[in-house]
């Protein structure tokens, strides 16, 4: 669910057909654009792949995540995040060490993963819940 970001004059504006995103969903990407730029190219990996397990039956939604899995996941990401710092021309961010990389991607893909796993439980608009 990636939302585009919408000024504030234009927020729920009936006539041009915008609708704002719910206000946790707002919340999150103002504080996102706040991230430092290391961890923003972080992140941006972080919601690739949470975008490829977002799916039924997905690893991301079992009432207990298997953790080797997530280092799977991680490893990937961290795969990828050195092969665009090796392949960066300018602008490049450098990181402290592998350890920390590979900490923080854990940090940011379980805080991802909560976030989705969360908004999967929320009850929408027309959606029955089961008795059980």
Known sequence: MDYQYI??????????????PPIEDRDLLYVKEMYPQ?????QE???????????TGSMMFDEYP???TLYRIANRIFDNVKEEEKNCK???VQYPDNQW???IIIVLLLNEMF???RNR???RPGMVRPLW
């Open 90 to 92: 300018k602008n490049c």
């Open 45 to 55: 990996q972080v919601d690739k792949e949470c975008d490829k397990q977002e799916f």
């Open 66 to 68: 298997d953790k080797l």
């Open 7 to 20: 000024p504030f004059y234009m927020q729920g504006n009936p006539i041009g057909g915008m609708y704002a």
């Open 38 to 42: 290391a961890f923003l190219k972080i």
């Open 101 to 103: 990389l590979k900490d």
């Open 121 to 123: 439980r929320k009850p």
């Open 115 to 117: 976030r989705r796993r």
